[in-house]
């Protein structure tokens, strides 16, 4: 499906609370009219829904309703701040139900070893008024997980807010029973559990505020992106300077930015310079030097001076718009370990709802007695212990903190697939053009007498000539002090496979290689053939200049090697990588610059459409491949590649087929991608592992397997504890992606 076919839809999701719902919110959405594709995160409780152009809002949210939960549209970046403030709130609530179950609660526990209350059957009506204070706190501090067991019920389904419900309600009724009629319980089992019906959920309450304020912080990427970009602009309108909301910024506005200001939206410099930080943006930490003609992009700062720009995109056209939505929808993906994840849990609140039923009936029948007390107390524990909170976050939660740590530097990961296949690779085939190198031509030397005066007239000779080589030789001596203007060029020629010639100031000028020379019966000495074999040894282009038929010397063009290629690639060497560059440069020259570099294996003289061949060639011998690449040519190979990285600098169409987008032109940008793709997995994988663990021996201990060995039983209340406890582990572990640092910026720091 193309753009022009599609749609995507993001919405808020309401009432979700555990991977359960994440499960039955997407086969809703995924079942609704024109859904492709449906990703529900648990994290921020979003859903991305990508479909054809029949795709309605209207149905999607009806189909979120029809299960249970309430859904509204994500309309853009302005609903984060509405959103943060939601979040506060509904921290500050959590809190406060905690307080007040947790209150209340104290006196019933103190009085377990204190003994100050009576017993229940001496004074019935105190502990009856006891039950009903329990119950009106519970229904305060409780109400959401009693309304969410409900719509669940009524929906024919089941979710952690079913167990927290069914184990504390089952407490509550069991405590009133022995008030009422305690002659129906065994005098051994006449022990009220009001006390751990409200600690459970204080202590639930407890955890989800936590867990809600550690979130936060996940989201921290997003929310710096966004407030990069300032709420005003000084745009000049009718002669006179004036400042706007940035919502009423169009394009084509003219701009005034000052020192120190943000750059408000996108646009070209009209006049004025100044150095403008873009770190933000592309992790450089270097600020770029803007003049007249060099296009800005919004939200980065501008440090010193002022200038004026014409804007060319606005609101949500902008590169930080296009930048925040990837980011988030990249969040919102889910990798492939996440989706079984998800699978597992959708069975998971119905699976332990069936085992503490079985290890009441185990307990009613074999325990000893009380029997009904601890039939009651073990199947009460079993349903608080397994709520699968911490097994719904463990996938989501590092991907949104590792998507969002990529981002700051300058790395943008379209799919959650992408970061966990980039965690997996063998193999990276680097495209040589653009990508090892500077994809800008250059004079690397001049190898003569008077080397200022070869250049000016080797300029003028090819002034005329588009030649990407030809273009290196004038800028070069545009760059030279003194006086710019060239000479004029008579009877300019292109002589096929050997070079050019013309006349400059009356002069025979000839520019090119010894075929040349020798057509015209020009000597080239021993000393001149062993510098051109040097030369082109080291993967430049060099070209013998020749006047009035008396050679002057040697001017050689090579497309330099970027400042940190060779550091990058030993980078990813040292990561166990397999490196091959590819390239459809001469042999000569593509070993010339892949021994540079330190890349053993090239392919060269390879034409644009059998690049994606070559990646088939290295996946086929069992190597997971990444090609890293910059233009129209290398599109199909991106495509090819298990992850595909983009060099930022490069075409749409290569940004548009790769995974992974670099905002610079910088190889480090690979590794530092690997790097946080396998640091980001790992934390998947701890989260993962605790939360099994955590699940795996709770629910045996819960139904009481240590009973047999050691007389213990779990008390429901610490269970509560551990339950909300897990959820704030596997978030705050999250949060160590956070403090993640590159290998080849400083030591320490992974996680």
């Given at each position: 499906m193309?753009?022009?076919?599609?749609?995507?839809?993001?919405?808020n999701?309401?009432?979700?609370r555990?991977?359960?719902?994440?499960s039955?919110?997407?086969?809703?959405?995924?079942?609704?009219?024109?859904?492709?594709?449906?990703?529900?995160n648990l994290?921020?409780?979003?859903?991305?829904v990508?479909?054809?152009t029949?795709?309605?809002?209207?149905?999607?949210?009806?189909?979120?309703?029809?299960?249970g939960?309430?859904?509204s549209p994500?309309?853009?970046?302005?609903?984060?701040?509405d959103?943060?403030?939601?979040?506060?709130a509904?921290?500050?609530?959590?809190?406060?139900?905690?307080?007040?179950?947790?209150?209340?609660?104290?006196?019933?526990?103190a009085?377990?070893?204190?003994?100050?209350?009576?017993?229940?059957?001496?004074?019935?009506?105190?502990?009856?008024?006891?039950?009903?204070?329990?119950?009106v706190?519970?229904?305060?501090a409780?109400?959401?997980?009693?309304?969410?067991?409900?719509?669940?019920?009524?929906?024919?389904?089941?979710?952690?807010?079913?167990?927290?419900?069914?184990g504390?309600?089952t407490?509550?009724?069991?405590?009133?029973?022995?008030?009422?009629?305690?002659?129906?319980?065994?005098?051994a089992?006449?022990?009220?559990?009001?006390?751990?019906?409200?600690?459970?959920?204080?202590?639930?309450?407890?955890g989800?505020?936590?867990?809600?304020?550690?979130?936060?912080?996940?989201?921290?990427?997003?929310?710096?992106?966004?407030g990069?970009q300032?709420?005003?602009?000084?745009?000049?309108?009718?002669?006179?300077?004036?400042?706007?909301?940035?919502?009423e910024?169009?394009?084509?506005?003219?701009?005034r930015?000052?020192?120190?200001?943000?750059?408000?939206?996108?646009?070209?410099?009209?006049?004025?310079?100044?150095?403008?930080?873009?770190?933000?943006?592309?992790g450089?930490p270097?600020?770029?030097q803007k003049k007249s003609?060099?296009?800005?992009?919004?939200?980065?700062?501008?440090?010193?001076?002022?200038?004026?720009?014409r804007?060319?995109?606005?609101?949500?056209?902008?590169v930080?718009?296009?930048?925040?939505?990837?980011v988030?929808?990249?969040?919102?993906?889910?990798?492939?370990?996440?989706?079984?994840?998800?699978?597992?849990?959708?069975?998971?609140?119905?699976?332990?709802?069936?085992?503490?039923?079985?290890?009441?009936?185990?307990?009613?029948?074999?325990?000893?007695?009380?029997?009904?007390s601890?039939?009651?107390?073990?199947?009460?524990?079993v349903l608080?212990?397994?709520?699968?909170?911490?097994l719904?976050?463990?996938?989501?939660?590092?991907?949104?903190?590792?998507?969002?740590k990529?981002?700051?530097?300058g790395?943008?990961?379209?799919?959650?697939?992408?970061?966990?296949?980039?965690?997996?690779?063998?193999?990276?085939?680097?495209?040589?053009?653009?990508?090892?190198?500077?994809?800008?031509?250059?004079?690397?030397?001049?190898?003569?007498?008077?080397?200022d005066a070869?250049?000016?007239?080797?300029?003028a000779?090819?002034?005329?000539?588009?030649?990407?080589?030809?273009?290196?030789?004038v800028?070069?001596?545009?760059?030279?002090?003194g006086?710019?203007?060239?000479?004029?060029?008579?009877g300019?020629?292109?002589?096929?496979?050997?070079g050019?010639?013309?006349?400059?100031?009356?002069?025979k000028?000839?520019?090119?290689?010894?075929?040349?020379?020798a057509?015209?019966?020009?000597?080239?000495?021993?000393?001149?053939?062993?510098?051109?074999?040097?030369?082109a040894?080291?993967?430049?282009?060099?070209?013998?200049?020749?006047?009035?038929?008396?050679?002057?010397?040697?001017?050689?063009?090579?497309?330099p090697?970027?400042?940190?290629?060779?550091?990058?690639?030993?980078?990813?060497?040292?990561?166990?990588?397999k490196v091959?560059m590819?390239?459809?440069d001469?042999?000569?020259?593509?070993?010339?610059?892949?021994?540079?570099?330190?890349?053993?294996?090239v392919?060269a003289?390879?034409?644009?459409?059998?690049?994606?061949?070559?990646?088939?060639?290295?996946?086929?011998?069992?190597?997971?491949?990444?090609?890293?690449g910059?233009?129209?040519n290398?599109?199909?190979?991106?495509?090819?590649?298990?992850?595909?990285?983009?060099?930022?600098a490069g075409?749409?169409v290569?940004?548009?087929?790769?995974?992974?987008?670099?905002?610079?032109?910088?190889?480090?940008?690979?590794?530092?991608?690997?790097?946080?793709?396998r640091?980001?997995l790992?934390?998947?994988?701890?989260?993962?592992?605790?939360?099994?663990?955590?699940?795996?021996?709770?629910?045996?201990?819960a139904a009481?397997?240590?009973?047999?060995?050691?007389?213990?039983?779990?008390?429901?209340?610490?269970?509560?504890?551990?339950?909300?406890?897990?959820?704030?582990?596997?978030?705050?572990n999250a949060?160590?992606?956070?403090?993640?640092?590159?290998?080849?910026q400083?030591?320490g720091?992974?996680?």
């Amino acid at each position: 499906m193309t753009k022009a076919d599609s749609a995507q839809v993001r919405l808020n999701i309401e009432g979700m609370r555990c991977a359960g719902c994440v499960s039955k919110v997407e086969g809703a959405l995924a079942a609704a009219p024109g859904v492709q594709q449906a990703s529900v995160n648990l994290v921020d409780r979003t859903a991305a829904v990508r479909g054809d152009t029949s795709l309605d809002v209207t149905d999607l949210v009806s189909a979120v309703q029809a299960v249970g939960y309430d859904a509204s549209p994500i309309l853009g970046a302005e609903n984060v701040a509405d959103k943060q403030n939601e979040e506060a709130a509904h921290f500050r609530s959590l809190m406060r139900r905690f307080a007040v179950a947790a209150l209340v609660g104290l006196p019933l526990i103190a009085d377990m070893f204190l003994h100050y209350l009576p017993e229940i059957t001496a004074a019935p009506l105190l502990w009856l008024a006891i039950g009903i204070i329990i119950l009106v706190t519970m229904i305060y501090a409780g109400r959401h997980f009693y309304v969410g067991a409900w719509r669940a019920f009524i929906h024919h389904s089941a979710t952690m807010d079913t167990l927290i419900a069914t184990g504390t309600g089952t407490a509550w009724l069991y405590s009133m029973l022995i008030c009422i009629a305690p002659g129906l319980v065994p005098e051994a089992a006449r022990h009220p559990y009001f006390d751990a019906s409200l600690i459970i959920i204080a202590l639930i309450n407890l955890g989800q505020a936590l867990e809600v304020r550690a979130r936060g912080k996940t989201s921290e990427a997003i929310r710096r992106l966004i407030g990069l970009q300032p709420a005003t602009a000084r745009v000049v309108r009718e002669g006179q300077e004036i400042d706007v909301p940035i919502a009423e910024v169009v394009a084509g506005d003219v701009i005034r930015v000052r020192p120190g200001e943000k750059i408000p939206v996108d646009g070209d410099v009209l006049e004025g310079e100044s150095r403008v930080d873009e770190s933000m943006l592309t992790g450089e930490p270097m600020a770029v030097q803007k003049k007249s003609g060099d296009s800005v992009v919004g939200g980065t700062i501008n440090e010193t001076g002022s200038f004026l720009y014409r804007s060319t995109h606005v609101g949500a056209d902008t590169v930080l718009a296009h930048i925040i939505e990837m980011v988030k929808n990249a969040q919102a993906s889910k990798p492939r370990i996440g989706r079984i994840v998800d699978k597992v849990a959708g069975v998971f609140v119905p699976t332990v709802l069936i085992l503490a039923v079985l290890t009441a009936l185990v307990w009613l029948n074999f325990g000893p007695e009380p029997r009904i007390s601890f039939a009651l107390v073990a199947a009460m524990t079993v349903l608080i212990i397994a709520c699968p909170c911490a097994l719904g976050l463990a996938t989501p939660i590092s991907l949104v903190v590792g998507v969002g740590k990529a981002a700051e530097f300058g790395i943008l990961i379209r799919r959650g697939e992408a970061l966990e296949r980039a965690s997996k690779l063998t193999a990276i085939v680097l495209d040589k053009t653009g990508t090892v190198t500077e994809g800008r031509p250059a004079v690397t030397d001049i190898i003569g007498e008077d080397g200022d005066a070869m250049l000016r007239l080797a300029a003028a000779l090819e002034a005329g000539s588009e030649h990407p080589l030809a273009a290196a030789i004038v800028a070069k001596a545009g760059d030279m002090p003194g006086d710019k203007k060239l000479a004029a060029c008579k009877g300019f020629e292109a002589i096929s496979g050997q070079g050019v010639g013309g006349r400059v100031d009356g002069h025979k000028i000839l520019l090119g290689n010894s075929a040349l020379m020798a057509a015209h019966k020009i000597a080239v000495d021993a000393d001149r053939g062993e510098q051109l074999t040097a030369l082109a040894a080291q993967g430049k282009t060099p070209m013998l200049l020749a006047s009035d038929g008396k050679l002057l010397g040697i001017i050689a063009v090579a497309d330099p090697i970027k400042d940190d290629s060779r550091a990058a690639i030993a980078r990813m060497q040292a990561m166990g990588l397999k490196v091959v560059m590819l390239t459809g440069d001469n042999r000569s020259t593509a070993e010339a610059v892949a021994a540079q570099v330190g890349i053993a294996e090239v392919f060269a003289e390879v034409m644009p459409e059998h690049k994606d061949a070559k990646v088939a060639e290295l996946q086929a011998a069992g190597e997971v491949v990444g090609m890293v690449g910059d233009g129209i040519n290398d599109a199909p190979a991106l495509s090819r590649a298990d992850v595909g990285f983009a060099i930022g600098a490069g075409t749409d169409v290569a940004i548009e087929s790769a995974d992974i987008t670099l905002m610079r032109s910088s190889l480090d940008g690979v590794v530092t991608a690997i790097e946080i793709s396998r640091a980001t997995l790992r934390n998947i994988k701890q989260n993962l592992f605790g939360a099994f663990v955590y699940n795996s021996l709770g629910i045996p201990v819960a139904a009481g397997l240590l009973f047999p060995f050691f007389g213990l039983m779990l008390n429901p209340m610490l269970a509560g504890a551990a339950m909300a406890m897990s959820s704030v582990t596997v978030v705050s572990n999250a949060n160590r992606l956070r403090l993640f640092i590159p290998s080849g910026q400083a030591s320490g720091g992974k996680s």
